[in-house]
T-cell receptor
Framework: AQTVTQSQPEMSVQEAETVTLSCTYD???????LFWYKQPPSRQMILVIR??????QNATENRFSVNFQKAAKSFSLKISDSQLGDAAMYFC????????????FGTGTRLTIIP | DTAVSQTPKYLVTQMGNDKSIKCEQN?????MYWYKQDSKKFLKIMFS???????INETVPNRFSPKSPDKAHLNLHINSLELGDSAVYFC???????????????FGPGTRLLVL
């Protein structure tokens, strides 16, 4: 069974600084997708970034980038130039590329932005 | 236009009651999901439907019965509500997995259910 682990229940960062959120996962599959979702106080689940396992290049979306280490099964999220609106719960999620399409989520990291 | 919508957003009810949560997506997706987020924020899949057919049922009590009248709708009916059912329920949708799709799952705004 696949598992996703986020070892940092809470993180904080000064506004305009950079922060990295950790995620590791366990799977025997070689083809899969990884995601970071953001959940602000409004509760909406918002896709931040996704990574396809067969791509070696790390995904980037503006201030958000990932460090995908397939051999280590690690998928960290880097947020550059942190903004107050980045404050939220961040969830790492895994999905295999075939068959059962469910997302398996980590337990989340609560990110606080310090003005 | 809202891509994935859920009604109601809030639901407060007494133990033992029966309630339904509705979900609709206008993305043209073929697969829809229900996730439950407990008080510790942990998200877990409950059900998944592809073209109105159940494809995932993750050991959810049979008091929970999803119904998909068409591929744009996936409703969740809960019988005999219990205190432990209090949670936030999220609907999501994605493109047809049988096509080997790489589509992301898009989530609705969630329904906060409180059972008293």
């Amino acid at each position: 069974a696949q598992t996703v682990t986020q070892s940092q229940p809470e993180m904080s960062v000064q506004e305009a600084e950079t922060v990295t959120l950790s995620c590791t996962y366990d799977t025997s599959e070689s083809d899969y997708y990884l995601f970071w979702y953001k959940q602000p106080p409004s509760r909406q689940m918002i896709l931040v970034i996704r990574q396809e396992a067969y791509k070696q290049q790390n995904a980037t979306e503006n201030r958000f980038s990932v460090n995908f280490q397939k051999a280590a099964k690690s998928f960290s999220l880097k947020i550059s130039d942190s903004q107050l609106g980045d404050a939220a719960m961040y969830f790492c999620a895994y999905r295999p590329n075939f068959g059962n399409e469910k997302l398996t989520f980590g337990t989340g990291t609560r990110l606080t932005i310090i003005p | 236009d809202t891509a994935v919508s859920q009604t109601p957003k809030y639901l407060v009810t007494q133990m033992g009651n029966d309630k339904s949560i509705k979900c609709e997506q206008n993305l043209g997706h073929d697969t829809m999901y229900w996730y439950k987020q407990d008080s510790k924020k942990f998200l877990k899949i409950m059900f998944s439907y592809n073209n109105k057919e159940l494809i995932i049922n993750e050991t959810v009590p049979n008091r929970f019965s999803p119904k998909s009248p068409d591929k744009a709708h996936l409703n969740l009916h809960i019988n005999s509500l219990e205190l432990g059912d209090s949670a936030v329920y999220f609907c999501a949708s994605s493109q047809d997995f049988l096509a080997g799709s790489k589509e992301t799952q898009y989530f609705g705004p969630g329904t906060r259910l409180l059972v008293l």
